[in-house]
């Protein structure tokens, strides 16, 4: 039977679902950067251990991007706007990383992955704010030389602190010269191809904790898994064809300014 003091959690889990679905979508981001704060300030209420609790945000969170990927990636593909010879040119390196950033933070103290995320995750919005999107390093698609160690290391840190593949992905895809729109598009294929491997080594994960929440698999919370996922397959779409009217740039630097508080407030709370 439902418990109505959880209504305000659910809640939350659904808007949260539809903004991520709507970012994912409109600027490729597979929506992690914004879920794993929100999860966070879910779980700690919920009672689960702080050793533990951080683990369990981007467990759930990569979960999430799985099936966000996926309707992101056809919606896109719908309009043709997908690069599949660079998915299936990257795809090996970022499966590989992800699932050595899964073991990289199954075993880190939930304090040092938060210190992680919160480090990186400022770097990404002053990155989102301030960088340059015509910056060129060239007008084609690199070779192996540059692609493997890079959509490996980029493999492993997104799967580490629970994000898509668009916050590397994106920049990467047009500083060598792809329309913003098609490395949005793209980048919402890395994220599949990131989260799926890493989802995986997640849910196979053994804690041995108490305070884990209700109906928790591995380290993936299957109510907030679901409640999220059923927003965002009806956002995602939305968000994809709002990409090709809206100012995505405008967009992403409103939303950098929300990333970089939210990150601060992270580091804040894993130092202090």
């Given amino acids: 039977m439902f418990d109505p003091s959880l209504l305000p959690i659910l809640l939350i889990l659904l808007a949260t ?4 679905g709507l970012l994912s979508g409109l600027l490729g981001i597979g929506g992690g950067i914004f879920l794993v704060p929100v999860l966070l300030f879910i779980f700690r209420g919920l009672g689960v251990s702080d050793t533990i609790v951080m683990q369990l945000c981007v467990g ?30 990257w795809a090996p390196w970022l499966a590989a990383g992800a699932i050595l950033g899964v073991l990289t ?15 990186l995750a400022t770097l990404m919005g002053i990155y989102m704010l301030a960088g340059n999107p015509d910056w060129r390093l060239g007008n084609e698609h690199p070779g192996p030389r540059v692609y493997v160690p890079y959509s490996g290391t980029m493999g492993f840190v997104c799967a580490m602190i629970g994000i898509g593949g668009g916050t590397f992905g994106v920049p990467a895809l047009t500083a060598y010269g792809t329309p913003i729109n098609r490395a949005i598009a793209t980048s919402a294929g890395f994220g599949l191809l990131i989260s799926l491997p890493a989802s995986v080594t997640y849910l196979l994960a053994s804690p041995k904790d108490l305070t884990l929440p209700p109906f928790t698999m591995g380290l993936v919370s299957l109510p907030a898994f679901i409640a999220i996922t059923a927003m965002t397959f009806l956002t995602v779409p939305i968000g994809a064809r709002l990409t090709h009217v809206l100012p995505t740039g405008r967009l992403r630097q ?6 970089i508080l939210a990150a601060m407030n992270m580091l804040r709370k894993a130092l202090f």
């Fill in 254 to 259: 409103v939303f950098a300014l929300f990333i």
């Fill in 17 to 20: 679902g539809a903004f991520a």
């Fill in 105 to 119: 933070a199954t075993s880190l103290k939930s304090d040092t992955l938060m210190l992680i995320f919160g480090g």
């Fill in 60 to 89: 759930t969170s990569t979960a999430t991007i799985v099936a966000t990927s996926i309707r992101s990636v056809w919606a896109h593909h719908r309009r043709g706007a997908v690069e599949v010879a660079i998915l299936r040119a």
